[in-house]
C-alpha cells in the first residue's frame, strides 16, 4: 500500500490536501444544487383534490394537508372514503374534519378549524360526534367551540357506526 | 499578501459561498416562531419607552443592547411587516458575517491552510451551538456575540491607538445584548494581559473592573430570580424545573456546577444536549442513529486534535498561540459558568468559535508534521484527518438540514397552535395584533418547499 505513495514530501503534502478538499467540494455541491433547487419553478404539483386532502388527513400529515386546504380544495363537501383500520375497508362519506375527529387528530382538527372554517353546523355536530364516540370530550369541545351540541350524538353507536349513519344521512340528502 | 496568497484566500471565500448562499436561502423562509417571536414582539410593544428598556437591572433579562436594537427598527418600520423583514436582514446578515469574519481572521494564504481552514469552518458552522443560534428571536442575541468576539480577537491582534477603546465599545455592546458577553470581556482582559498588540494593559483593566461592576450590580437584583428557571438536564433526563426546585433547591450547587460542565461538554464533545447525554444515551441502548455516531466522533476528533495542539503551544508556542489558547479557554470557561442555572447549547456560540480558531491552528499544525511522517504514519494521518474532515462537512450539510427542519416546525406550529393562542391571549389585543400580523408569513407555502434530498437523509444529517 505505502508503496503507492508518492516518494516526495512535497507531493505527499498536495495529495494530503487534496484529499481533504474532497469532503468539502462535496458539500460545495450539495449546497449548490440546494440553492439551485430553490431558484428553479417547483415541478407542477398533482391536481388538489378532495380524495387527496382525505388520504393526507388519514396520515396525520398537517403540512400537506394545509397545502392542499391553501390550494383551494373543497372542505365543506362529503366524499367517499375508506380504509382498515377506521372503516374496515367500508366506503363511507365524511368530510375532512369528520375524518380528523374520528382519528382523534387534534392538531388536524385545530387546523381545519383554522383555515377551513367554513364547516356548516350540522357538519361540525357530526364531528363532534365522531370524537365523542372515541371519549375525546375536549376535542368534541374544541370543534364546537364550546357550545353544546344542538341536538344528541347518536346513542350507543361506536365510531364506526357513527360513519354508517352519517354516511346514510348523506346520501339521503338529510343535513 | 502575494498574489498567490490572495488567490488561496479568494479561493477559500469561493468554497464557502455556496453554503452561506443555500444558508441565506434556507433562513429567508423559516417563519418566526409563535411560541417565542409574538411574546417578545408583545413584551418590545408594552414596554413604556427606551429609557424603561434600559434601566430594568433587575430583571432576569436585562439586555438594553438587544431591546434597544429591537426598539429602533420597530419604532421605525412603516408595518410590523416592515420591522419584521428589517429583522430578518438583519439576522441573516449576522449569520453570514460569523464564517466570513472567521475566513477574515485565518486567512488561508497556502493549500494547507485552505484545507485546515475548511476543517475548522465547519467545526464552527456545524456546531450544535451555531445551529441553536441560527434561531431568530426576531435578532439573535448570541450571533450577534459571537460575531463581536471573533471582532475583538482580530482588532486584538494588530497595534493601532483606536483599538483599545473600540474593544472597550464592543465588549460592553455585547454585554448588553445578553450576559453571554461577559465571555468576551473575559477574553479581553486575558489577551490583554498577555501582551495583545490592539489592547492595553490598561484597557484590559478597565474591561475587567466595568464586567466585574456589572456582575455585581446585576447579582445585586438576584434575589428575586428563581432557583432554576427552565427545565434542567440531568444525566440520561430532563427535570422540569418546578421538579428540580423541589428536589434541589435547598442546595442546587452541584446542579449549577454538573450544568457548567455540560454547557463545555457541548462545545467539545457535542454532548450532552441541553444537560441531558442523549447520544450517549442511543449508543448505550443500541438506537443511535447515524448522525449520532458522526456528532460525537468528530467532535472527539476535532477536540483531540485541538488539545494537541494546545499542549504544544502551551509548552513552545508563540505569543500568538498562547493568547488564543488563553482567550478561547477564557470564553469556554465564562459560557460555561453563565450557563449555570440551566444549560442550552447556544449558550456556547462565541466558545465555538474561539474553539474553531484552535481547530485551524491545530490542523495546520498536523498538516505540517504530516509532511514530516514516514509512510505508514503519514497513512494513518492521513486517514484520520480525512475522516475528520468528513464528518464536519457532513454536519455543516446538516445545519442546512436543522435550519429546514426549523421552518418545518414552526410553520406547522403556526397551523395547529393560533385556534388555542386565540383563546388564551384573547384579553391581550396587543399579542392578538401581532400573531394576526405575523401570521401569513408562519404560513407562506414557501417554507415548505421540497428539498432535493431524501427524508432519509435526515437520520445521516442530523433531527432536530
Known amino acids: 500500500m505505502t508503496r503507492l505513495l508518492p516518494d516526495s514530501h512535497a507531493a505527499r503534502a498536495r495529495l494530503l490536501v487534496a484529499l481533504l478538499a474532497l469532503p468539502a467540494l462535496g458539500s460545495a455541491i450539495f449546497f449548490t444544487r440546494f440553492v439551485v433547487n430553490r431558484v428553479l419553478p417547483e415541478p407542477p404539483r398533482p391536481e388538489p383534490t378532495a380524495a387527496a386532502l382525505l388520504d393526507v388527513v388519514s396520515g396525520s400529515d398537517v403540512l400537506r394537508a394545509w397545502v392542499l386546504v391553501n390550494a383551494g380544495v373543497d372542505t365543506n363537501a362529503p366524499h367517499p372514503f375508506s380504509n382498515r383500520s377506521l372503516t374496515n375497508d367500508e366506503e363511507v362519506l365524511l368530510t375532512p374534519l369528520m375524518l380528523a375527529a374520528a382519528r382523534g387528530d387534534e392538531n388536524m382538527v385545530r387546523m381545519l378549524l383554522t383555515y377551513a372554517p367554513g364547516a356548516d353546523a350540522a357538519h361540525r355536530r357530526m364531528a363532534s360526534c365522531l370524537a365523542l364516540s372515541r371519549g375525546d370530550g375536549d376535542l368534541a369541545a374544541l370543534i364546537l367551540s364550546g357550545a353544546p351540541p344542538d341536538t344528541p350524538c347518536p346513542a350507543g353507536l361506536d365510531t364506526l357506526g357513527q360513519l354508517r349513519q352519517i354516511t346514510a344521512r348523506l346520501r339521503s340528502g338529510q343535513p | ?464
Open chain 2, 1 to 464: 499578501m502575494t498574489p498567490a496568497q490572495r488567490r488561496w484566500f479568494a479561493g477559500s471565500v469561493l468554497a464557502v459561498t455556496p453554503f452561506l448562499v443555500a444558508l441565506a436561502c434556507a433562513l429567508w423562509v423559516v417563519p418566526y416562531a409563535i411560541s417565542e417571536t409574538v411574546g417578545v414582539l408583545e413584551d418590545l410593544e408594552q414596554r413604556s419607552g427606551p429609557a424603561r428598556a434600559l434601566f430594568e437591572p433587575q430583571a432576569p433579562l436585562f439586555r438594553p443592547a438587544f431591546w434597544g436594537a429591537l426598539r429602533v427598527i420597530w419604532d421605525g418600520a412603516a408595518s410590523i411587516p416592515d420591522a419584521l423583514a428589517t429583522y430578518r436582514v438583519l439576522h441573516i446578515a449576522t449569520v453570514l458575517s460569523v464564517p466570513l469574519a472567521f475566513l477574515l481572521i485565518v486567512r488561508p494564504a497556502s493549500a494547507a491552510e485552505a484545507a485546515a481552514a475548511a476543517l475548522a469552518l465547519a467545526t464552527l458552522v456545524g456546531s450544535p451551538a451555531f445551529r441553536d443560534n441560527l434561531e431568530n428571536l426576531p435578532l439573535n442575541q448570541m450571533m450577534v456575540i459571537t460575531l463581536i468576539g471573533l471582532l475583538v480577537w482580530q482588532l486584538a491582534a494588530a497595534p493601532g491607538w483606536w483599538r483599545g477603546p473600540v474593544i472597550l465599545l464592543l465588549t460592553f455592546v455585547a454585554i448588553g445584548f445578553k450576559e453571554e458577553g461577559l465571555a468576551v470581556s473575559a477574553a479581553v482582559a486575558l489577551i490583554a494581559w498577555f501582551g495583545a498588540p490592539g489592547i492595553s494593559r490598561r484597557t484590559g483593566f478597565v474591561v475587567a473592573g466595568l464586567s466585574a461592576v456589572y456582575v455585581g450590580w446585576r447579582l445585586l437584583g438576584s434575589g428575586d430570580w428563581p432557583v432554576f428557571m427552565q427545565d434542567v438536564g440531568l444525566g440520561f433526563a430532563s427535570v422540569p424545573a418546578s421538579d428540580a426546585v423541589e428536589r434541589f433547591g435547598s442546595f442546587p450547587y452541584p446542579i449549577y456546577a454538573y450544568n457548567a460542565l455540560a454547557s463545555a461538554g457541548n462545545v467539545l464533545f457535542s454532548e450532552p444536549t441541553s444537560g441531558v447525554f442523549r447520544i450517549t444515551r442511543a449508543v448505550i441502548d443500541g438506537t443511535a442513529a447515524p448522525w449520532q455516531i458522526v456528532h460525537l466522533a468528530s467532535s472527539i476528533g476535532a477536540t483531540a486534535l485541538a488539545a494537541w495542539w494546545a499542549a504544544g503551544a502551551a509548552r513552545a508556542g508563540g505569543d500568538r498561540d498562547r493568547r488564543l489558547l488563553l482567550a478561547f479557554l477564557a470564553v469556554l470557561v465564562m459560557s460555561a459558568a453563565l450557563g449555570f442555572k440551566y444549560t442550552r447549547d447556544r449558550f456556547g456560540g462565541v466558545a465555538v468559535a474561539f474553539y474553531a480558531l484552535v481547530v485551524f491552528e491545530a490542523a495546520k499544525a498536523a498538516l505540517a508534521r504530516a509532511d514530516a511522517m514516514p509512510p505508514r504514519r503519514w497513512m494513518a494521518a492521513a486517514l484520520l484527518l480525512v475522516l475528520l474532515q468528513a464528518g464536519w462537512q457532513l454536519r455543516t450539510i446538516g445545519t442546512l438540514q436543522f435550519v429546514r427542519d426549523t421552518a418545518e416546525l414552526n410553520h406547522k406550529e403556526w397551523l395547529v397552535d393560533v385556534i388555542e393562542r386565540r383563546r388564551t391571549y384573547a384579553d391581550k389585543p396587543v399579542f392578538l395584533e401581532i400573531m394576526d400580523a405575523l401570521q401569513a408569513q408562519g404560513t407562506d407555502p414557501r417554507t415548505i418547499a421540497p428539498g432535493p434530498d431524501p427524508r432519509w437523509f435526515a437520520r445521516v444529517l442530523g433531527e432536530r
